[in-house]
């Protein structure tokens, strides 16, 4: 019986694209763009810019809209004054208690959504 010596494995060769190098020269060049201030890095920046005043914008309108609409609320409707909830009469509860969390929730909302506008942003720069 002859001994057969089993074959070396093929050796690995590392197959890359030409254009590999591509993306990374254009990631770059829209920093580039944004860090001199030309009309494309201006184009970049409004946009990140308009995103956050939209979602700042639409977190006031919510929030003005519970804190100022409670009041008027019971400034339209004066019988709500008298009902009690929890001991308390209702308008205290509402605008002293649970607005508080209402706030914090709101705020919570906020840095998520503009944490989400930033990787966004990040995210389309690295892959102009």
């Known amino acids: 019986m002859s001994q057969q010596r089993p074959e070396p494995p093929p050796k690995r060769v590392v197959v890359?694209?030409?254009?590999?190098?591509?993306?990374?020269?254009?990631?770059?060049?829209?920093s580039r763009e944004i860090d001199a201030q030309?009309?494309?890095g201006e184009v970049y920046m409004r946009t990140l810019?308009?995103?956050?005043?939209r979602l700042?914008?639409?977190?006031?309108?919510?929030?003005?809209?519970?804190?100022?609409g409670l009041p008027?609320?019971?400034?339209?409707?004066?019988?709500l004054t008298s009902v009690r909830a929890l001991g308390l009469p209702l308008p205290w509860l509402l605008l002293?208690?649970?607005?508080h969390p209402a706030l914090i929730g709101a705020a919570w909302f906020y840095v998520r959504q503009?944490?989400?506008?930033e990787r966004d942003f990040t995210d389309?720069?690295?892959r102009s």
């Open 16 to 30: 890359t694209s030409p254009r590999m190098n591509a993306s990374r020269r254009q990631r770059q060049r829209v």
């Open 38 to 40: 030309t009309r494309l």
């Open 49 to 53: 810019i308009r995103a956050q005043l």
């Open 56 to 68: 700042g914008l639409l977190v006031l309108a919510v929030v003005g809209v519970l804190l100022l």
């Open 72 to 79: 008027a609320l019971f400034a339209l409707a004066p019988e």
């Open 96 to 99: 002293g208690v649970l607005a």
């Open 114 to 117: 503009a944490e989400r506008n």
């Open 124 to 126: 389309l720069v690295e």
